[in-house]
C-alpha cells in the first residue's frame, strides 16, 4: 500500500511539473533604458546633454496609464532664427499663413516659429501675435 501511494505522489508530482512546463509562459519584448548624461566643459564652454535610446519613439498607453518615450519627452527645442517665418523664406508675410493654421490645427511638426508666446503650443493667443507680425511685414535678418 505504501508503495501504491508513493509511485501516485509521484505520478501527481511529475503531472503537475510538466503541466505547468507546457504552460507556456509569455514575456512580450521590452527594454528599460537608463539614458544616462554627459557633463563636459573646457575653457569657457560647457555642454549637457542625455543619451537617448535606440527605440525611443511615441507614447504607449494602457488603461489609466500612458509613458511617452523618446529624447526628453515634453520638451520642446525650437530652432526658429525668425518667429512667424512659418515657410523659412526669410519673410514674414502671406507665404506664411497656411503653415501657421496647419500648426494651430494639428500641432506637432516644424512649429517652432508660430509658437510665438513661447507657451509650448500653438494656440489663441498666437494667433493675435502672427497677424501682428504678418501685418508688420518684415524681412527676417
Known sequence: MRRIMRTISLLLATLVLTTAARA?????WSSIDGGGSQHMTGGVFELSGTTGQWDAGASMAGGAWQVAGGFWPGVSVSSCGCPADLNHDG???GGDIQSFVRCMTSPGG???C??????GNV???DLSLFISALTAGGICS
Not at 24 to 28: M, N
Open 24 to 28: 507556456g509562459f509569455d514575456i512580450p
Open 91 to 93: 519673410k514674414i508675410n
Open 110 to 112: 516644424d512649429c517652432g
Open 114 to 119: 508660430a509658437d510665438l508666446n513661447g507657451s
Open 123 to 125: 494656440g489663441a493667443a
